[in-house]
């Protein structure tokens, strides 16, 4: 099977301006979690979609939203990006159950300037 | 706050030896597990360990569990430079999966 698949793999945007990623799960699981990895913060929760619903929320600013779409693909928006946006956002699926292994996708590189 | 955390925070070993990275929770967990992050790229998953589970072994590596005292340690046996990456453990906490700080290991030929 194809793994978890992220695009764009980079990304230079400038203050203000929004962004959205896309995320292509592994074929039939219908779990998506997206977290940002930071050198100052690790990695944090961002958000998680199951079967289109958002089942689960991280402690992010509403800036930060997702979908998932009827396939299982989804896409996460910042909105008025900021400075300490810039960081590496991960993509993770999974069968279904929330604490189950978890593939990553390659991340996607987000610089803000 | 995160609800692993790793020590040491880097470690640095010659090749053939053996790595140890320890893990520490917080609150009570359904499963433990472990990954590995080659530089800047996604996550790799290794090994879960569940609850109910004290030890477990996946080829070079073996995991161990003490729900008593919330740890957890990784043993990477007969070290080899490709094995030079960030390793994290993480735990079911609060419905999502909350992730380490990790650990470094270089692994030096």
């Known amino acids: 099977k194809a793994g978890v698949t992220q695009t764009p793999r980079y990304l230079i945007k400038t203050r203000g301006q929004q962004v959205t990623l896309s995320c292509s799960p592994i074929?039939?699981?219908?779990?998506v979690s997206w977290y940002q990895q930071t050198p100052g913060q690790g990695l944090q929760f961002l958000f998680e979609?199951?079967?289109?619903?958002?089942?689960n929320k991280g402690n992010f600013p509403g800036r930060f939203s997702g979908r998932q779409f009827s396939n299982s693909r989804s896409e996460m928006n910042v909105s008025t990006l900021e400075l300490g946006d810039s960081a590496l956002y991960l993509c993770?699926?999974?069968?279904?159950?929330?604490?189950?292994?978890?593939?990553f996708g390659p991340g996607t590189r987000l610089l803000v300037l | 706050s995160q609800q692993g955390e790793e020590d040491p925070q880097a470690l640095s070993i010659q090749e053939g030896e053996n790595a140890t990275m320890n893990c520490s929770y917080k609150?009570?967990?359904?499963?433990l597990q472990w990954y590995r992050q080659n530089s800047g790229r996604g996550l790799v998953h290794l090994i879960l360990?569940?609850?109910?589970?004290r030890e477990k072994h996946s080829g070079r590596l073996r995991v161990t569990l003490d729900t008593s005292k919330k740890s957890s340690s990784l043993l990477i046996t007969a070290s080899r430079a490709a094995d030079t990456a960030s390793y994290f453990c993480?735990?079911?906490?609060?419905?999502?999966?909350?992730f380490g700080a990790g650990t470094i290991l270089r692994v030096k030929s």
């Open positions: 074929s039939g699981h219908r779990s």
């Open positions: 979609y199951f079967s289109e619903t958002q089942r």
């Open positions: 993480a735990t079911d906490g609060g419905n999502k999966l909350v």
């Open positions: 609150t009570s967990i359904n499963n």
């Open positions: 360990i569940r609850s109910n589970e």
């Open positions: 993770a699926s999974s069968l279904g159950t929330r604490q189950e292994t978890q593939y």
